[in-house]
């Protein structure tokens, strides 16, 4: 499984951004699909995740600001980022499981920057 990750940039506190993850090769191992997340010094934590059937599980510190969706037939997942805070700074990383094989698949990594 391959995973390409966009949309990571640049914004001011307050404003918003959509990631995007694009699932190719063996798709059809995938069950859940998510956003981690790991700022400079910090561990890598999970920001909000979406399984198959549309189950979706976030981090407290996001809820209500971040919306996870998946769209099946392009299998992309996407993370809608609004009231962005300066602490959400970090390198996203997309993140596909499957379960049969307990594997965790990574997409490259995507910078998104707010600034105060």
């Known amino acids: 499984v391959q995973l390409q990750a966009s949309g990571g940039g640049l914004v001011q506190s307050g404003g918003s951004l959509r990631l995007s993850c694009a699932a190719s090769g063996n798709i059809f191992s995938i069950n859940t699909m998510g956003w981690y997340r790991q700022a400079p010094g910090k561990q890598r934590e999970l920001v909000a995740n979406?399984?198959?059937?549309?189950?979706?599980d976030y981090a407290d510190a996001v809820q209500g600001r971040f919306t996870i969706s998946r769209d099946n037939a392009k299998n992309t997942v996407y993370l809608q980022m609004n009231s962005l805070k300066p602490e959400d700074t970090a390198v996203y990383y997309c993140?596909?499981?499957?379960?049969?094989?307990?594997?965790?698949?990574w997409g490259q990594g995507t910078l998104v920057t707010v600034s105060s």
């Open positions: 993140n596909a499981h499957a379960p049969a094989t307990t594997t965790d698949y």
């Open positions: 979406i399984n198959s059937y549309g189950t979706t």
